[in-house]
């Protein structure tokens, strides 16, 4: 099969993708935690849009936020049977949970599907590398840098609770120059 065959059996294939949408929990953050959304999966465009509720789906509404699909992890979570994760190739991450695991596993396969066929296209059509795709590397040594950062805040942080006990225990001062 040439490369522009599977490129057109992917395209075919991903424009009868059926759109699914439905109302999923989002994780916003520790204070907020978890916000009730309605999600919309957008197929033939690859993305994955979420309102803060079902009335103010397409018809013109702009939407809460957007992720691109293409080039993105779908994860079941291993905290329950209702929560999944989509990790987009932007760094982007939405956390997410489903009514029961029965949903979970109909949201996770479809937004695999969708994720897998823009995946596939955006590489054969050179997006991938562009404006969708984070080379695997850069996350790892981003994670990396991230993590050495926060080691090194933390040791940071140890060293002067000690220099200041020092000072309280001596009476001392200790010139940081």
Not at 45 to 58: M, Q
Not at 152 to 169: D, E, F, G, P, V
């Amino acid at each position: 099969m040439t490369q522009n065959k599977l490129v057109e059996s992917v395209m075919d294939l991903h424009t009868k993708q059926r759109q699914f949408s439905g109302q999923l929990y989002k994780y916003t953050n520790v204070m907020k935690g978890w916000q009730y959304r309605y999600f919309l999966v957008d197929a033939n465009a690859g993305l994955l849009h979420y309102f803060l509720c079902e009335g103010e789906k397409p018809d013109g509404t702009v939407p809460r936020g957007s992720v691109h699909l293409a080039g993105a992890v779908i994860c079941p979570s291993d905290e329950d049977s209702k929560t999944f994760t989509v990790n987009c190739a932007s760094g982007d991450m939405l956390k997410l949970r489903a009514t029961d695991a029965r949903a979970r596993q109909e949201w996770v396969n479809g937004l695999r599907a969708v994720a897998e066929s823009h995946t596939k296209v955006s590489y054969y059509n050179g997006v991938i590398g562009s404006k969708f795709f984070v080379d695997p590397n850069l996350l790892l040594l981003k994670a990396t840098s991230a993590a050495s950062l926060h080691c090194l805040t933390q040791c940071m942080n140890i060293l002067q609770r000690n220099q200041h006990a020092q000072q309280a225990r001596t009476g001392f001062v200790i010139d940081d120059d």
